[in-house]
């Protein structure tokens, strides 16, 4: 099956400091890779898309130059939180796509972070 | 823009009995997809069904089962013969179309609690 890793499953950082999050397909090749992040009893929010080699899309309301997103191969996108804060203190997942494969995306098991 | 609803924050069901999770959705895309997502309290994204929009029949995996009404908008979920192992949290969520690469937006998720 399609796998999807996350690194780290979790992370305590101080207020103030950046944190990457790696997200790999470990078996196939992810053209397109989501991040999202979801709040306690909340929803999976959509942050950003990101394409292999190119820059990523984000969503409207999502601060492009805190949460830096590269995809620089068809296995890997990390996503950078700069100068966190406690507000950005959340679940973070991502999820990938590969041609051929029609509508299904498949989900890492997601990072939490924890800035104090 | 497209929406997806789920107006059930919270339901209690008999092990063993059938379960129908409610979704209703906006779009003015001739083209979607729908999806049925489980996520337990680890926190990873268990794909469990899906639905294309010109899917004449509606799509059945196991015990699960959607039942399509494009008119009304509707995509519900039906679980038949639950288990205690179902007790998690339900996104419905929609893509704007067929590829994966389209981004799939969620619900705002109904929390099932199966008792034995």
């Known amino acids: 099956g399609a796998v999807v890793s996350q690194h780290p499953s979790w992370v305590i950082c101080k207020s103030g400091t950046s944190v990457k999050i790696e997200c790999r397909s470990l078996?196939?090749?992810?053209?397109?890779m989501f991040w999202y992040r979801q709040f306690p009893k909340q929803s999976l929010m959509l942050m950003a898309t990101s394409n292999e080699g190119s820059k990523a899309t984000y969503e409207q309301g999502v601060e492009k130059d805190k949460f830096l997103i590269n995809h620089a191969s068809l296995t890997l996108s990390t996503l950078t939180v700069t100068s966190a804060h406690p507000e950005d203190s959340s679940f973070y997942i991502c999820s990938a796509s590969r041609d051929r494969v029609p509508y299904e995306q498949y989900f890492g098991p997601g990072t939490r972070l924890t800035v104090t | 823009a497209q929406k997806i609803t789920q107006t059930q924050p919270g339901m209690f069901v008999q092990e063993k009995e059938a379960v129908t999770l409610d979704c209703t959705y906006d779009t003015s895309d001739p083209s979607y997809g729908l999806f049925w997502y489980k996520q337990p309290s680890s926190g990873e994204m268990i794909f469990l069904i899906y639905q294309g929009s010109y899917d004449q029949q509606n799509a059945t995996e196991g015990r699960y089962s959607l039942n399509f009404q494009k008119a009304r908008k509707s995509a519900n979920l039906v679980i038949s013969a639950s288990q205690l192992g179902d007790s998690a949290m339900y996104f419905c969520a929609m893509s704007g179309g067929y590829s994966s690469a389209s981004k799939i937006i969620f619900g705002s998720g109904t929390r099932l609690s199966i008792r034995p």
């Open positions: 078996d196939f090749q992810a053209t397109t």
